[in-house]
């Protein structure tokens, strides 16, 4: 029997950081954005959805175009949520095939855990990771080769540190300096 522990934070908290570091203690870690990269390549039925709310222009040579979906979904609320209602039964349906042998603690990594109460269902606690915002941004900016303004574009489609925090079972800065194994080591105690 596995006990799942999310883990969540904003776009450039250092969520994969942490991941890892749970990783390094056994834990298995199921990384929901690149799972969902990997059904819309895949899932036939998530495609065909994801068309018809999108539009035919999403795809390129019956290829699912994610930057195009990009542009259309953060620059328009309804769309997202429509996107997001259809995408995450078939990502929970995968994550839960994916742990079902697993013993201890698992670890699902995901961006929207909070902001959404079907996917917080599937977890025993909440581990919301930050980082300070200017450091967030230049994270980013590097990691995903975009500009500040499109940086603070992701930004405001995602709830503040502040409301995370409140709804947070456990909380890790990640910043150079901390002592992120002994805050690990501390969760993984508290979670058997």
Do not use: H
Not at 135 to 146: C, E, G, H, T
Not at 157 to 184: H, Y
Request: aromatic share 8%; net charge positive.
């Amino acid at each position: 029997m596995s006990r799942v522990l999310g883990i969540t934070g904003g776009i450039g908290a250092g969520k994969s950081r942490i991941c890892s570091v749970f990783a390094e203690f056994g834990c298995k870690v199921y990384d929901s954005d690149a799972q969902t990269k990997q059904l819309y390549a895949s899932n036939r039925q998530l495609q065909s959805g994801l068309v018809e709310i999108l539009g035919k222009d999403i795809l390129k040579d019956g290829v699912l175009d994610r930057k195009a979906m990009a542009n259309l979904i953060f620059s328009d609320k309804l769309l997202m949520a429509e996107v997001k209602k259809l995408v995450y039964p078939f990502v929970m349906a995968d994550f839960v095939g994916w742990k079902r042998y697993k013993r201890g603690v698992v670890v699902f990594e995901s961006a929207v855990i909070l902001e959404n109460e079907y996917v917080r269902s599937f977890m025993d606690k909440v581990l919301v990771v930050t980082a300070p915002l200017d450091l967030r941004i230049r994270r980013v900016m590097k990691r995903d080769a975009v500009s500040e303004v499109e940086v603070r574009r992701r930004l405001e489609n995602q709830i503040s540190d502040e409301q995370r925090i409140s709804m947070a079972d456990f909380v890790i800065e990640s910043i150079d300096g901390n002592d992120i194994e002994g805050e690990v080591r501390n969760i993984l105690k508290k979670m058997k």
